[in-house]
């Protein structure tokens, strides 16, 4: 088993929160009944341990419904409309207990290795490869992000754009901004009776399916795994086959060693001639001098891109060759339309993202929950309840190795454990334990012991 990361820290990395705890709506069925209960049996209201109020650094125009969130919840909260970058987060973030992003801000090992009051992060959005998130877990670090939120605002803009392409609207409207009137048909098609081409048939590629068939679209698919389709749908089962069959291919894949540039030069040439590419899902899944060889040579018609490489920071930036050294080329080919990252960035889908992000990020630091964490064991225990005033939650996150539960069941012998659970992934196992009859007197005694185990990576109590 490897060791745990060392992570630099002024003072061992011993948290504990006091926050009254809110109810919030709840997004996913696994909490849903929890919170039934809760209604019931009103959970505890928690008080400090350590007098140190939690500070969220919010980053990024995220939501402001969900920084209200946290403000009703008692917590500090410093909202920025801007990424910030390593060097600047590196600067401030040891202010913080938790931060919230989107995908420009990066949290890297230097920046992990700098936060050391952090105790979860969360991506309000789909994606968390902007995350170093071996790092985070082996600092005791949860990561949640919003893995549904947005799918029907990427899906209705796949929609759009397969229409806009295939009658040029892109050319047509920057035209009669110049004053010039081009009225014509050729090259322009319906996308009735056309077949869409789907590279991952999750959440946005099932709910796409759906929209294009309504429009009279056949639609294929390819995934690595076998999956059922919604409606008339066919999944293939290889991707050169979709390639050859589609006359819109749409990308919506993860970041993976196994996904970058998995639509290059050879999948290019693969494709039907006069088809269209659409690519809404990571920046570096596609080969972008390759497409734009294959513009050029008006193998493709078209093409649609909302993600690339490497991004502005913020809005204003320019959109040039020191960003990614072929955008300007890109820029000026016909029939491509280009959007600055806008897939899910509705009012709907930032509403929902916020809702569920803040949800679980309250849910961490009010009750030690890591349901739905992307880098951590999934461990959850029903609320204290307002009887149980002298109730003590324990959040011990330690390294995965042979006696540490032996180790923290020593220290909690002469208390009654009402509940326990622990689980652990790869190198991070994650216990939640609720102790009875701790007096305010034990408690920091209590905290100590735990802390000095040998696998101690981060250690909390809620009380």
């Known amino acids: 088993m490897s060791s745990p990361l060392a992570i630099p820290s002024k003072s061992p990395r011993v948290v504990a929160a006091s926050i009254s705890p809110a109810s919030p709506q709840i997004l996913h069925d696994r909490l849903r009944k929890r919170d039934s209960i809760s209604a019931i049996r009103q959970p505890k209201v928690l008080h400090p341990v350590d007098n140190e109020d939690l500070r969220l650094l919010i980053l990024e125009n ?52 700098a936060a050391t009051k952090l ?84 959440h946005i590629g099932s709910q796409l399916s759906v929209l294009a068939e309504a429009l009279g679209m056949r639609v294929i698919f390819y995934d690595v795994v076998n999956i059922m389709p919604l409606g008339s749908a066919r999944q293939v089962n290889a991707l050169p086959t979709l390639l050859a069959e589609s006359d819109f291919v749409t990308l919506h894949v ?33 080969d972008i001098p390759a497409l734009i060889e294959a513009l050029r040579s008006n193998h493709l018609a078209g093409a649609a891109i909302d993600v690339y490489p490497q991004e502005p920071g913020s809005n204003g930036a320019p959109f040039d060759d020191q960003i990614n050294a072929w955008s300007s080329t890109l820029r000026s080919l016909p029939n491509v339309i280009l ?31 890591t349901l739905g964490a992307v880098n951590f064991p999934e461990v959850d225990l029903r609320a204290i309840t307002a009887e149980q005033g002298n109730h003590v939650r324990v959040c011990h996150v330690h390294s995965n190795q042979p006696g540490v539960l032996k180790q923290v069941n020593e220290v909690l012998s002469p208390y009654n454990v009402e509940k326990q659970y622990s689980d652990s992934k790869g190198d991070v196992a994650y216990l939640l334990a609720d102790i009875a009859d701790v007096s305010p007197q034990d408690v920091n005694k209590l905290r100590e012991m735990i802390q000095h185990t040998s696998a101690n990576i981060l250690t909390r109590l809620l009380a």
């Open 62 to 113: 995220i939501s402001q419904e969900a920084v209200q969130v946290f403000r009703a919840q008692g917590f500090h909260v410093d909202h920025y409309k801007k990424a910030l970058s390593e060097d600047e987060l590196i600067d401030v973030i040891s202010q913080y207990h938790a931060i919230g992003i989107r995908s420009k801000t990066k949290i890297t090992e230097r920046v992990i290795k």
């Open 119 to 202: 105790l979860v992060i969360g991506c309000f959005c789909i994606g968390t490869n902007q995350v170093d998130l071996v790092t985070a877990g082996k600092a005791g670090i949860p990561v949640f992000n919003s893995p549904f939120s947005n799918s029907r605002s990427v899906a209705e803009l796949v929609v759009s754009e397969m229409i806009a392409l295939s009658r040029q609207l892109v050319e047509r409207s920057h035209e009669m901004r110049q004053g010039i009137w081009n009225k014509q048909s050729k090259g322009c098609w319906e996308v009735r009776g056309k077949t869409l081409g789907i590279i991952g048939y999750g």
């Open 254 to 286: 993860p970041e993976l060693p196994e996904t970058i540039n998995m639509i290059g030069s050879r999948e290019l040439a693969q494709m039907k001639m006069g088809s269209y590419l659409i690519n809404n899902a990571r920046g570096r899944v596609v």
């Open 339 to 369: 959007t600055p990252h806008i897939g899910g960035s509705t009012e709907e889908a930032q509403r929902m993202i916020g809702e569920e992000v803040s949800l679980a990020l309250s849910r961490y630091l009010n009750y030690g929950s």
